[in-house]
């Protein structure tokens, strides 16, 4: 499974911006969690925002209401609007098997996703 992001790009604090994420294949299993994750400089990795494969869509603290997650067959897309400095980084398409949340709620971590984009940047200046 290869993943391919586009749409990053330097916006100003307010603007909105779309990012898409390109799946080459789908995870093998019936089962899979698509998802993004963002990670500045010097800072930890962050999940913005998971969908499973029965359309369920879940968001990290970062995601404050503002921030969609989509799936349309292959592409997964991330909707962001009123965007902030805070936003700033580099945001990472994940993919993986299984699904986003186990059976106690907890979210599958960043390093438990086995398939990876190369990551797009986006800057809010």
């Known amino acids: 499974v290869q993943l391919v992001e586009s749409g990053g790009g330097s916006v100003q604090a307010g603007s909105s911006l779309t990012l898409s994420c390109e799946l080459s294949?789908?995870?093998?299993?019936?089962?899979?969690?698509l998802g993004w994750f963002r990670q500045a400089p010097g800072k930890e990795r962050e999940r913005v925002a998971t969908i499973d494969s029965s359309g369920t869509s879940r968001y990290g603290d970062v995601a404050k209401d503002r921030f969609t997650i989509r799936r349309q067959s292959r592409t997964l897309s991330l909707q962001m609007s009123n965007l902030e400095a805070e936003d700033t980084g580099m945001y990472y398409c994940?993919?993986?098997?299984?699904?986003?949340?186990?059976?106690?709620?907890?979210?599958?971590?960043?390093?438990?996703?086995?398939?990876w984009g190369q990551g797009t940047q986006v800057t809010v200046s």
């Open positions: 294949a789908l995870p093998p299993s019936r089962q899979f969690c």
């Open positions: 994940v993919a993986d098997s299984g699904w986003c949340y186990d059976t106690m709620w907890r979210p599958k971590l960043s390093a438990d996703f086995d398939y």
